[in-house]
């Protein structure tokens, strides 16, 4: 796959305006979308806490029940939400399921808020990461 053209190349036949737009779109088609970086591994090999990235979102890591040795947060029993607070600021739009070492369903129990978010397992022996995201605006 090829690198797309270097707007900076164009630079004497674009309005500034234009120009920054192309940066712009150059900066994101190159790989420079990050939803976030770890904190190292925990005794399993799985990274257990995350750096935010340049999205509009947070990966927090959830252990299983019982597990406690490494995710800040960990499911109690199944279908019953935990409390994360995620430090958006913002209230959340949605979460996703980014990893799993089994098969998990993960729903949310209360409407979330600029703090927090409660999200319950289909299985809390199942450890997790989710990233939850909120709008651009």
Sequence with gaps: MSRSVNPNDMLQGLPSQQM???QSLDKVTNGNIDM??????DSTGTPA??????????????????????????WSTSGTGVVI??????QPIGFHVVDSDKALTVHRTVVADENQI????????????????????
């Design 20 to 22: 920054r737009w192309a």
């Design 36 to 41: 976030g970086s770890t904190n190292g591994l």
């Design 49 to 74: 806490s995350f750096n935010q990235g340049n999205m509009k979102g947070v990966l927090v890591r959830i252990g299983a029940s019982g597990s406690g040795n490494g995710p800040k947060y960990n």
């Design 85 to 90: 607070f995620h430090g958006l600021m913002k």
């Design 118 to 137: 409660t999200l319950a397992p289909s299985d809390a022996t199942a450890n997790c990461t989710v990233w939850i995201f909120t709008s651009g605006d």
